[in-house]
T-cell receptor
């Protein structure tokens, strides 16, 4: 595997389900990101992890819970979602963050549908 | 507030040239990125400008004017595979990316 991978690619869940999205980067980067992408809207940054420490949490509802067990893996745990949470969830990684920022590399995303 | 503006959709002809504009208003500025995103795929990095002027990379060029808060992406010799969304993003003083909604580019034969 190369680059940034995400699983599953598609997910349909009910509002009472619990599911997790997985992201893995094979680039040796030290920062990882979760974004939400809705149709015709800008990418919304949800969470940022740098060196496995959460450095950004943009007022995301608690029904989204991130986990970064090491610098290569990032999870997004989902619980009691709403239909408006249906979107494409993108994971990205970069070498460096803050003043050492470099371009982000994105995974293909998970298309989430909440019924 | 912080804001990025770019056209929602543009149409161009195969073999032609197209310019996609982006204006930004951010708290501080540390550079401007362009990404390409084909439908159902990951955004991929195209260019980064932090100084005024034109950066050329093959058929794609990106321009920045910091004083005007303005950038454009220029695509030459358009090919059908260039049909995609083009995302503009500015890096603010906190090194956070502020994203535009993207410009969907449709290439016609």
């Amino acid at each position: 595997e190369t680059g940034v991978t995400q699983t599953p690619r598609h997910l349909v869940m009910g509002m009472t389900n619990k599911k997790s999205l997985k992201c893995e980067q094979h680039l040796g980067h030290n920062a990882m990101y979760w974004y939400k992408q809705s149709a015709k809207k800008p990418l919304e940054l949800m969470f940022v992890y740098s060196l496995e420490e959460r450095v950004e949490n943009n007022s995301v509802p608690s029904r989204f819970s991130p986990e970064c067990p090491n610098s290569s893996h990032l999870f997004l745990h989902l619980h009691t979602l709403q239909p408006e949470d249906s979107a494409l969830y993108l994971c990205a990684s970069s070498q460096g963050s803050g003043e050492n920022y470099n371009e982000q590399f994105f995974g293909p995303g998970t298309r989430l549908t909440v019924l | 507030g912080q804001n990025i503006d770019q056209p929602t959709e543009m149409t161009a002809t195969e073999g032609a040239i197209v310019q996609i504009n982006c204006t930004y208003q951010t708290s501080g500025f540390n550079g401007l990125f362009w990404y390409q995103q084909h439908a159902g795929e990951a955004p991929t990095f195209l260019s980064y400008n932090v100084l005024d002027g034109l950066e050329e990379k093959g058929r794609f060029s990106s321009f920045l004017s910091r004083s005007k808060g303005y950038s454009y992406l220029l695509l030459k010799e358009l090919q059908m595979k260039d049909s995609a969304s083009y995302l503009c993003a500015a890096l603010d003083s906190n090194y956070q990316l502020i994203w535009g909604a993207g410009t969907k580019l449709i290439i016609k034969p």
